[in-house]
């Protein structure tokens, strides 16, 4: 219960009781809101990339990548939105790829018949020579930022195709039950307490 000076008139009191529910309606409810919005939902992206880290051998790191917050809550949008990237995830993105006699292994995972590149080999557009800053160089380079992992689709030498692992359905299931844990669970919490601390700097007292 609000704290009201007992010996002011009662007028004043109803207008001081007026006046501290318009500014728990106008700022310390959307401003509490939206904060316990965005700390649920780092909450539960944090999760899910713990859950999928766990379930698929894959990195946190590389997890977290796919959790994009496109518009964080806002008093006035009390709205987060987070883009989940959910198409294959390329191998080389879960760790450093290490080559065996009978493949490729990049974490736990192994692939057999697969191989590294990362394009250095292969010949680019060709330049014209009055085009060249290097004289000697006829191609432009296709080395790639990082290292690949790749694969025949046939026992011919071409085509070859990145190595991926599906990542939707772990993505999404850990992605939606972590949401609703943490909206269950950490949101009345949250809540509560940027309420309260709202309160506090509008020096609204609260007494039970």
């Known amino acids: 219960m609000m704290n009201i000076h007992r010996n002011a008139p009662l007028s004043e009191q109803i207008q001081k009781t007026i006046a501290n529910l318009n500014a728990i309606k106008r700022t310390a409810v959307p401003v509490a809101t939206s904060k316990t919005i965005n700390a649920v939902g780092m909450v539960s992206e944090r999760n899910t990339a713990k859950d999928v880290s766990k379930t698929e051998r894959i ?8 959790l994009v ?3 964080k809550s ?34 736990r995972h192994r692939f057999d018949s697969a ?23 006829a191609y432009r380079p296709t080395r790639l930022k990082s290292e690949q992992v790749f694969t025949r689709s046939s026992k011919a030498r071409y085509p070859i195709e990145v190595v991926t692992i599906p990542i939707a359905e772990p993505l999404t299931e850990a ?5 609703r844990r ?20 509008l020096k609204l007292g609260i007494s039970s």
């Open 59 to 66: 990195k946190q790191k590389s997890i977290r990548a796919r």
């Open 69 to 71: 917050v496109r518009q």
């Open 74 to 107: 806002a008093p006035a949008v009390p709205v987060r939105i987070v883009k989940v990237r959910r198409h294959t995830m390329a191998v080389s993105a879960v760790g450093k790829p290490r080559k065996t006699k009978r493949g490729v292994t990049v974490g």
């Open 115 to 137: 191989f590294v590149a990362d394009g250095s080999k292969g010949f680019g557009k060709y330049i014209p020579s009055a085009k060249r800053s290097n004289r000697s160089q």
């Open 175 to 179: 992605y939606e039950r972590s949401v």
């Open 182 to 201: 943490a909206y269950n669970q950490d949101f009345p919490r949250s809540m509560a307490k940027n309420l309260e601390t709202e309160f506090r700097k």
